[in-house]
């Protein structure tokens, strides 16, 4: 995760300098040729402003073992505040593989002698 300073997509940058095919080549390249993806992203839609451009520059990626262990992890685009880029939070969350039983109520277990009784103590 961090500033790689060149964007992915032709709409990673809006006004300022007119995007050249290279810069989206050559990070598209890095990726496959290192088995990432991208991490999703939430919150702002650029990671860097200089107040008259727009552009998202700053990445997290992850490789398939990530996604496997980590399949909702995703990066937030945080307020600016006092700096020209975003803050990245990372949220690290792992999907809950253990679920809940669902419960059952057995209807004939109602017709037994003692029901009311265990019911009561219970």
């Known amino acids: 995760m961090g500033d790689y300073h060149v964007i992915h997509k032709i709409e990673h940058r809006l006004i300022g300098l007119i995007v050249q095919e290279v810069e989206i080549e050559d990070f598209g390249s890095f990726l496959v040729d290192n088995n990432m993806t991208l991490l999703r992203t939430n919150g702002r839609k650029y990671s860097w402003t200089n107040g008259r ?70």
């Open 53 to 122: 451009t727009y552009t998202m520059i700053d990445w997290a990626f992850m490789n398939v073992n990530w996604m496997l262990v980590m399949p909702t992890s995703e990066v937030i685009l945080l307020d600016p505040r006092y700096s020209d880029h975003s803050l990245l939070s990372l949220t690290l969350a792992q999907e809950d593989t253990v679920k809940a039983k669902t419960f059952k109520f057995r209807n004939h277990l109602s017709q037994h002698e003692k029901f009311q009784e265990i019911i009561s103590k219970a």
